[in-house]
C-alpha cells in the first residue's frame, strides 16, 4: 500500500501489517497464551451481542465523542500501552504520541517501548498516560515515578496481571526473544535475571504507596473480576481498567466485555472504566460503551495500524473508527454516547464467525487462509 491515508478500511490496514512484518513478529503481536482460549473469547463474547436497533429518529450527524478523566476525546477510544512497539515500527512509542496529539485521543505510554519516557512526554502538551511494569525494588520504583512526574505525564496506569509472564507458545515456537533488538531505555538499573520476581510480590498496599508517592491519578490495569472491583473502589482507585492482557496472560479466562459488565456492576457509574481485550470495530466500542466503558483502549489495531504506516497509519486506523462508531449510532437510533442504553443490546446471540483477532474482518480472514495455503 503506497499511502496509508487512501485505506478505506482497517481490514486494508492488517492485511499491510502483516506483509511488512517478520513472522515472528507478527505472532508477538497477535497471538495468546497457551491454547489462546481466552484471546478467542475476547471476540466470542463480543460476537454474542447482537444489537436492537430503534428507527425513525433523526440521526443525521451523530456525535461520538466522549469526556474521559476531564478530557474530551474525539471518540470513545485510546491507545493501549504496548511494549516493544519498535518491531511494529522503529519510533516507537514515539509515533503513538503524534497520532493521538494529532486526532485527539490519549496515548498510554510502556514503561517496555522506546524511547526515554522524557522523550515521549516532550512530544505533546496533551493528556498523556505512562502505564509502568514493575521491574524492581520499591527504590527503582519511586526513581522511576519521579521520572513520570518531573515528565509532566498526567496520570499513571499500574498493570497487575503479570504476576508471571504468560506462557506465549508461539513466541516460545518461533524461539522468539524480544529482548534482542532493542535496549528498554526505561529500565535503568535494573537486573535482567531478577526482574520479573518483583511483580509477584505487588500488592494493594504497593499501588496505595504508588499513588501517595506520585500524587497522579492511578488507573489500575487488569482488573477482571467483582471482588477486585469493589476492593478497588473502596481504596479510592480513580479509574478501573479492566483487562485480561488481550488473552496473552492468563489462558482460559472470559471475554473482556464478560468482565467489564460484572465490574461496572460495582462501579455503578461512579468511577471511570477503561476495557481492552479484543476491540477492533466501531461496533465493538459501542457495546463496550453502552456494557459501561468510558473508554476502550485498542492494542493489537494499534500495532497492526502502527506496522502497516507508522504515524499515518494509526491516524487512519482512529478515523476508520470513528466512521463504524457513528454510522453505528446511527444506525441504532442515537445521535449521542450518551443515549445509548442497555435496551439497544441482545445477549446470547449466535456468533458467526470462528473466533480470531481478525475473524471481525472477513476480507482479512479470506486474504490469510489464501496466504497460508501459498495463493495470495
Known amino acids: ?18 506483509k511488512r512484518m517478520s513472522p515472528a513478529s507478527w505472532d508477538y503481536l497477535s497471538g495468546g497464551g497457551e491454547s489462546e482460549t481466552t ?24 456525535d461520538p465523542s466522549t469526556t474521559f478523566m476531564g478530557q474530551t476525546l474525539r471518540i470513545p477510544v485510546i491507545a493501549a500501552p504496548i511494549g516493544s512497539l519498535h518491531l511494529m515500527d522503529p519510533g516507537g512509542n514515539i509515533p503513538v504520541v503524534r497520532a493521538m496529539d494529532k486526532f ?5 505510554i510502556s514503561i517496555m517501548t522506546n524511547p526515554r519516557l522524557e522523550d515521549c512526554a516532550a512530544e505533546t502538551e496533551g493528556f498523556k498516560i505512562f502505564q509502568l511494569y514493575v521491574r524492581g525494588d520499591m527504590d527503582w520504583v519511586e526513581k522511576t515515578l519521579d521520572r513520570v512526574v518531573e515528565a509532566g505525564f498526567d496520570a499513571l496506569a ?46 494493594w498496599d504497593f499501588v496505595d504507596h504508588c499513588k501517595k508517592h506520585c500524587g497522579l491519578p492511578v488507573l489500575v490495569k487488569g482488573i477482571a473480576t467483582r471482588e477486585d472491583a469493589e476492593i478497588a473502589v473502596d481504596r479510592g482507585i480513580d479509574v478501573l481498567w479492566v483487562s485480561n492482557h488481550g488473552g496473552r496472560q492468563l489462558d482460559h479466562g472470559r471475554g473482556a466485555i464478560e468482565a467489564l459488565q460484572e465490574v461496572a456492576s460495582v462501579a455503578q457509574g461512579k468511577v471511570p472504566i477503561v476495557v481492552d481485550g479484543g476491540f477492533v470495530r466501531g461496533s465493538d466500542m459501542v457495546k463496550a460503551v453502552i456494557c459501561g466503558a468510558d473508554a476502550v483502549a485498542v ?42 442504553t442497555p435496551e439497544h443490546l441482545h445477549h446470547g446471540a449466535m456468533p458467526m464467525n470462528p473466533p480470531t483477532p481478525w475473524s471481525a474482518f472477513p476480507v482479512v480472514s479470506e486474504a490469510f487462509e489464501r496466504w497460508d495455503r501459498g495463493t495470495y
Not at 484471546?39 to 451523530?62: C, E, G, H, T
Not at 499500574?158 to 524480544?178: C, K, L, P, S, W
Request: net charge neutral; with cysteine.
Open 1 to 18: 500500500m503506497d499511502d496509508v491515508a487512501q485505506a478505506r478500511t482497517n481490514q486494508e490496514l492488517v492485511i499491510e501489517a502483516r
Open 39 to 62: 484471546l478467542k473469547r475476547n471476540r466470542y463474547a463480543l460476537d454474542s451481542i447482537a444489537f436492537r436497533p430503534r428507527v425513525l429518529n433523526s440521526v443525521a450527524q451523530p
Open 299 to 340: 492494542g493489537k489495531l494499534q500495532g497492526w495500524a502502527l506496522a502497516a504506516g507508522g504515524e499515518e497509519g494509526l491516524i487512519r486506523c482512529f478515523e476508520i473508527l470513528e466512521n463504524e462508531i457513528t454510522i453505528t449510532m446511527g444506525l441504532l437510533g442515537v445521535n449521542k454516547l450518551s443515549e445509548l
Open 158 to 203: 499500574i498493570t497487575v496481571d503479570v504476576a508471571h509472564y504468560g506462557r506465549r507458545e508461539r513466541d516460545q515456537y518461533n524461539r522468539f526473544n524480544r529482548r534482542a533488538f532493542a535496549q528498554r531505555s526505561n529500565l535503568e538499573g535494573i537486573d535482567l535475571d531478577q526482574e520479573w520476581r518483583w511483580r509477584g510480590q505487588l500488592t
Open 104 to 108: 485527539g485521543s490519549i496515548p498510554v
